[in-house]
């Protein structure tokens, strides 16, 4: 059993680094990959601990990139190389990107009479501060009835009236950036760019992403039943993509979702997936 999407409490899972190579070891995978949103930490905490439990540990990330305006999550692996120095200075700028945005999106909070301050949205660990933190303290303390109502009426791109737009790569810079890293892509949850709206299909998105570069497509995931499975693996085939898999365990922010098995234990990744993909 491996497991290649998980994330930790350096970006939106439960679990510390630690306790995530702890729950890999006792679920008996044979194989970890740490990519949590935008950040290396989780993975970086969590390579000496894996390395002395004897946990196969891989380097990932899941990048939020552009793509025709939408948002398209990306998923980079082995990017702990030495090549890899570029990219970790690009995520230096994108991490003082949004830091410096939130400062700024609190100071026209402020401006507008919402009573908040960076202290009360601020996770516990930091780096990755974001917006529905801030809609979580709007709706604490009455400014917003819900997520939505907060992104609509403060923070949201549209009609948000203290929007502060912040740095956010295209998905062919991104795959450059991961690419020169030494790293290689895989299009996370394809199953997501239906749901935003693809109707025309995936197969003219994944050719195109596959001209920018797109080497490797998510084809496992707890979001996909058999089917999507199926369809993505074809998808692979067509385009000469490699495959990976990962359940995207976040911990208790997503319950149902466990560590290798997925939602109520609709996954299972072949063992090859990972082989092919270090062949690459
Ligand atoms: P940030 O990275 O801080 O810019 O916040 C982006 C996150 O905000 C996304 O990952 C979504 O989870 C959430 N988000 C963005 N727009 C909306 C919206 N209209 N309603 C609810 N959540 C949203
Ligand atoms: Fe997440
Ligand atoms: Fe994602
Ligand atoms: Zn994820």
């Given at each position: 059993?491996?497991d290649?999407?998980?994330?930790?409490?350096?970006?939106?899972?439960?679990y510390?680094?630690?306790?995530?190579v702890?729950?890999?070891?006792?679920?008996g995978?044979?194989?970890?990959?740490?990519s949590?949103?935008?950040?290396l930490?989780?993975?970086?905490a969590?390579e000496?601990l894996a390395?002395?439990?004897?946990l196969?540990?891989?380097?990932?990330?899941?990048l939020?990139?552009?793509f025709?305006g939408?948002?398209v999550?990306?998923?980079?692996?082995?990017?702990?190389?030495?090549?890899?120095?570029?990219?970790?200075?690009w995520?230096?700028?994108?991490?003082?990107?949004?830091?410096?945005?939130?400062?700024?999106?609190i100071?026209r909070?402020?401006?507008?009479?919402v009573?908040?301050?960076?202290?009360?949205?601020?996770?516990?660990?930091?780096?990755q501060?974001?917006?529905p933190?801030?809609?979580?303290?709007l709706?604490d303390?009455?400014y917003?009835?819900?997520?939505?109502?907060?992104f609509?009426?403060?923070?949201?791109?549209?009609?948000?009236?203290a929007y502060v737009?912040?740095?956010?790569?295209?998905?062919?810079?991104a795959?450059k950036?991961?690419?020169a890293g030494?790293?290689?892509?895989?299009?996370?949850?394809?199953?997501?760019l239906?749901?935003r709206?693809a109707?025309d299909?995936l197969?003219?998105?994944i050719?195109?992403?596959r001209?920018?570069?797109?080497?490797?497509?998510?084809a496992?995931?707890s979001?996909?039943?058999?089917?999507?499975v199926?369809?993505y693996?074809g998808?692979?085939?067509?385009?000469?993509?490699?495959?990976?898999?990962?359940?995207?365990f976040?911990?208790?922010?997503?319950?149902?979702?466990?560590?290798g098995?997925?939602?109520?234990?609709?996954?299972?990744?072949?063992r090859?997936v990972l082989?092919?993909?270090r062949d690459?």
């Amino acid at each position: 059993m491996i497991d290649l999407h998980t994330h930790t409490d350096e970006s939106d899972g439960t679990y510390r680094p630690a306790e995530l190579v702890d729950e890999a070891v006792a679920t008996g995978l044979e194989a970890l990959a740490i990519s949590d949103h935008d950040t290396l930490a989780g993975y970086d905490a969590a390579e000496p601990l894996a390395r002395a439990a004897g946990l196969d540990l891989i380097c990932g990330i899941e990048l939020s990139t552009k793509f025709h305006g939408r948002t398209v999550h990306l998923l980079g692996y082995f990017l702990n190389g030495g090549p890899s120095a570029e990219f970790r200075g690009w995520l230096k700028e994108l991490h003082d990107s949004r830091r410096d945005r939130n400062i700024r999106l609190i100071a026209r909070l402020q401006a507008q009479g919402v009573d908040v301050t960076l202290e009360e949205v601020s996770t516990g660990r930091g780096s990755q501060t974001g917006r529905p933190h801030f809609a979580r303290v709007l709706i604490d303390k009455g400014y917003a009835s819900s997520i939505e109502h907060a992104f609509q009426q403060y923070l949201g791109e549209e009609s948000g009236s203290a929007y502060v737009q912040r740095m956010e790569p295209e998905l062919g810079e991104a795959l450059k950036l991961v690419a020169a890293g030494g790293g290689l892509a895989s299009l996370a949850h394809p199953i997501r760019l239906v749901r935003r709206g693809a109707s025309d299909g995936l197969d003219p998105m994944i050719a195109e992403m596959r001209e920018l570069g797109l080497p490797a497509i998510e084809a496992f995931h707890s979001d996909h039943g058999p089917a999507e499975v199926a369809q993505y693996l074809g998808y692979a085939e067509r385009y000469g993509l490699a495959v990976t898999g990962g359940s995207d365990f976040h911990g208790a922010n997503k319950p149902r979702i466990r560590l290798g098995t997925g939602l109520d234990g609709n996954l299972d990744i072949p063992r090859a997936v990972l082989d092919k993909l270090r062949d690459k």
